[in-house]
């Protein structure tokens, strides 16, 4: 494995607070969470800096790949952050790279890779990304 991307090179973090049911039968936070914790910090991330409304808004983005490296545990009660940044930008497709922190380190306990395509909602064709989605993505590019 490659040397993981540190903090600084994120430029959105999403904080977040491990649960005891976060744990697995291991004592550490599984592989299933942190890919629902990227789900969450990413989603987050779209809503405040993008203005994306999932729920009803016209474009949807949905996830066509991902894939996560694993440096470290963590686990209730360490409290984390998740870094969001862009790594590329084609037409509709957006690859982002995510990173799982323990608040204070530097280095993180698993870094994703995830890639969401935005489609327009009503018909399912690959969707022109509204100005101030474009913008907000452009400003997390790493």
């Not at 959105?12 to 049911?21: M, T």
């Not at 990227?38 to 991330?45: G, I, N, R, S, V």
């Not at 779209?46 to 991902?66: C, K, N, T």
């Not at 998740?82 to 380190?105: C, M």
């Amino acid at each position: 494995m490659s040397n993981p991307p540190l903090r600084p090179h994120f430029p959105y973090l999403h904080p977040l607070s491990s649960r005891w049911q976060d744990n697995d039968l291991n004592g550490q936070i599984g592989s299933a969470t942190v890919y629902g914790f990227f789900d969450t910090a990413l989603q987050a991330c779209l809503i405040e800096q993008a203005g994306l409304d999932p729920q009803d808004g016209e474009v949807v983005g949905f996830v066509v790949s991902s894939s996560c490296d694993f440096y470290a545990s963590a686990a209730f009660p360490d409290l984390l952050q998740i870094g969001v940044r862009v790594e590329r930008l084609a037409g509709s497709s957006v690859e982002y790279a995510l990173a799982l922190f323990q608040v204070g380190q530097e280095q993180p306990c698993a870094v994703g890779r995830l890639v969401q395509v935005f489609v327009e909602r009503h018909s399912g064709q690959p969707a022109v990304l509204p100005e101030r989605l474009l913008t907000a993505l452009e400003v997390l590019r790493g």
